[in-house]
């Protein structure tokens, strides 16, 4: 044997001890790995080809978690169209605070979720959510008035609250930064497909089930039971096949493992009518289309803020055409807006790339989740019966919050290039004189602590 294939060994061998250790308190796994000497050069190869083996494991089911949490939220919207509302009694503005209780219940466990995060396996945690929130959705097939609905509605915010922290964990991860942006766009695209699948499977449903006057259960009670029983299947496949970690990732072998270590080094973060159902599926296909088209052209010209900010200008002018016109031009203003969530994925991807410190990063995405969360209880009740039915107070508000959003990215932006011209003059200032402390990457600095962290535009 060869002294280059002995140390070869030796290393692997390390790695092997390594990989069974718990988490130091000022260093990652990562560094673990890493903490008896690099890897040396990577090669382009394998780390295409470890990239390729990490989204075909990874990816498949944290998109497919993400599909059902969104079609899970909106399946009330589904419902209501289904006859939910004659049903289970529901008068006056009862719909609107069925559809707003879930956002209350998201809004309150999200920094109790943020915490458990910390403390259990992360894979686990959310699996066991998962098929919580399965099991309480199939049980809105048994909702019969206001008050079960409500109670329903809001466990399921209750279950749903630790996805998008939980997402941002496992994008930051598994993935390099400039890697994570697109990433995050694909996830963030089941809503379209969520929107597309959706609302051909409310119509057939309501179709073949709600109009058949022998049915056993109407059409809203199947789809609860369908989209319920389903998340349930795949929180249960959730629990048994993604890794909590890279670390705990039976599908990696312990060099690959390491590769995916030197991989992190460079992130500094250590680790109405039934045919209205059919309307919302050019809605999601827009959506679709603009969240991974601008997400891909962001990571090909690394200028994802500009890239977000031009997607929102579409959008802009749909709202405008929805509270303008009516018919046809308000429906394509309608599908327009499907461009708008793009903001929400920027902001969901530089929370992965730009937050550094684990407690800061999970912190940030609670807190951008319960922003999120208090307009979504807020909007429903912009569309008030006494503005029916162009509802134009709300489509104003909407025009006026799209602005507001495209401005607040700009100026993201204009802060991210000041404060890495400022961190660049001042190392430049120091000059041969600057040390950059070893292995600085895997220490659990945040971005504001770590004088080599550059925000990402």
Known sequence: MSQTDASEEKKVTELNSVLVLPSQSNADGAMQMLEGGGLGPVDPEKSKRLLRKVDLYIMPLICIVYFLQYIDKISISYASVMGLRNDTHLTKDDFNWVASIFFFGQLAFEFPTIRLIQLFPLA???????????????????????????????????????IVPAWVVFTSQWYKKEDQAFRVGIWFSMCGFAQMFGGFVAYGIATHVGKDPNAALKGWQVIFLFLGL??????????????DSPLSAGFLSPEEKALHAEHLRGNEQGIGTTESLLLVTPLGAYEVVVLIGLTWLARRTDQRLWCCIAGHIPSIIGAILMATTEKA????????????????????????????????????????????????????????????????????SIVIIYVLITIDLYVIRWLAVRENSKRDAAKAAQGDSYIVEKNHEFLDLTDRQNPEFRYSL
């Open 124 to 162: 686990k945690y959310v699996s066991v959510n998962v098929i919580i929130w399965g099991a309480v959705l199939a049980c809105l097939a048994a909702c019969k008035d206001f008050a079960g609905l409500m109670v329903c509605r809001a466990l399921l915010g209750v279950a749903e609250a630790a």
């Open 230 to 243: 389903l998340t349930v299947l795949v929180g249960i496949t959730f629990f048994f096949v993604l890794p």
């Open 329 to 396: 031009p308000a429906l394509i203003g309608y599908y327009l807006s499907g461009g708008i969530p793009i903001g929400w994925t920027t902001i969901l991807g530089l929370t992965s790339t730009n937050i550094a410190g684990s407690t800061k990063k999970v912190t940030v995405a609670c807190i951008g989740t319960i922003a999120y969360t208090v307009g979504n209880i807020i909007s429903p009740h912009t569309f008030q019966a006494k503005d029916a039915p162009r509802y134009l107070p709300a489509k104003i």
